[in-house]
């Protein structure tokens, strides 16, 4: 299986499709305290099961909210 593991959602699922991996759900997974997300969608995680693959994805920074 080919690792798309940092790489960008759409670059992964290309990469992942040409193994001839199916992309079953794409998850995004937030951080529980109240940041702003920026940048593009990167995977995190991979599951596979046959030929079907599950990927966790979250933004690329975190940028902090301002007390207010």
Not at 39 to 52: F, K
Not at 57 to 66: I, L, M, N
Request: aromatic content about 2%.
């Amino acid at each position: 299986m080919v690792d798309v593991t940092g790489l960008e959602l759409e670059e992964a699922r290309a990469r992942l499709e040409e193994a001839g991996f199916a992309v079953r759900s794409v998850t995004e997974t937030r951080p529980p305290a109240p940041v702003e997300l920026a940048g593009p969608l990167r995977v995190v995680r991979v599951r596979r099961e046959s030929s079907h693959v599950d990927l966790v994805v979250t933004r690329e920074r975190y940028v902090p909210r301002e007390a207010g």
